[in-house]
T-cell receptor, first 111, second 117 residues
Framework: DAKTTQPPSMDCAEGRAANLPCNHS???????VYWYRQIHSQGPQYIIH???NNETNEMASLIITEDRKSSTLILPHATLRDTAVYYC????????????FGKGTKLTVNP | GAVVSQHPSRVICKSGTSVKIECRSL??????MFWYRQFPKQSLMLMAT?????????EQGVEKDKFLINHASLTLSTLTVTSAHPEDSSFYIC?????????????FGPGTRLTVL
């Protein structure tokens, strides 16, 4: 079973920041928070991951609370192409560790 | 960047036939690949973990004799749906782990749409 909880859907205006929350209250000390997104009828795309520090890359920023029980993915300037289902996943480190997908958040970016 | 391809992208077959789907890591070697299935408006469900040179590990409820997985090289894993039936119609997606460090990311293929008539 997925170990994360996300809102089923969110809307965001184009050009504005999209803040996607995720609860992972049972996360273990050796588990990372991963974010993926899936655009309709495509394979998931890796976005970002982190352990306890905030992370930023060219796609997004990841803010993890100090107790690590929740996190927020931030798309700083959402575009229409960011419309997708966003999945927050907790996963242990290790090459053979599997990803367990929950239902994710359907983000719709509106013009 | 890390690219994973799948072939075919779309396949239609008759009930009772077998279908093979290929998953390739194009610019890296992957000792571990994963196979997922996704039904309409649902999330991805992990079917099995494919390890190069050894037998695949199947998730509970997935029939290993129906979904044959072969991972003969570090860049290729195949999924064969044997004796396909209409209920096997789904979106099949593979992924591959990049690198051997502890902080692997999985990169996903574009998926294969299987329709069984």
């Amino acid at each position: 079973d997925a170990k994360t909880t996300q809102p089923p859907s969110m809307d965001c205006a184009e050009g504005r920041a999209a803040n996607l929350p995720c609860n992972h209250s049972t996360i273990s000390g050796n588990e990372y928070v991963y974010w993926y997104r899936q655009i309709h009828s495509q394979g998931p795309q890796y976005i970002i991951h982190g352990l306890k520090n905030n992370e930023t890359n060219e796609m997004a920023s990841l803010i993890i609370t100090e107790d690590r029980k929740s996190s927020t993915l931030i798309l700083p300037h959402a575009t229409l192409r960011d419309t997708a289902v966003y999945y927050c996943i907790v996963r242990r480190k290790g090459g053979s560790e599997k990803l367990v997908f929950g239902k994710g958040t359907k983000l719709t970016v509106n013009p | 960047g890390a690219v994973v391809s799948q072939h075919p992208s779309r396949v239609i077959c008759k009930s009772g036939t077998s279908v093979k789907i290929e998953c390739r890591s194009l610019d890296f070697q992957a000792t571990t690949m994963f196979w997922y299935r996704q039904f309409p408006k649902q999330s991805l469900m992990l079917m099995a973990t494919s390890n190069e040179g050894s037998k695949a590990t199947y998730e509970q409820g997935v029939e290993k004799d129906k979904f044959l997985i072969n991972h003969a090289s570090l860049t290729l894993s195949t999924l064969t749906v044997t004796s396909a039936h209409p209920e096997d119609s789904s979106f099949y997606i593979c992924s591959a782990n990049l690198g051997t460090s502890s902080y692997n990311e999985q990169f996903f293929g574009p998926g294969t749409r299987l329709t069984v008539l």
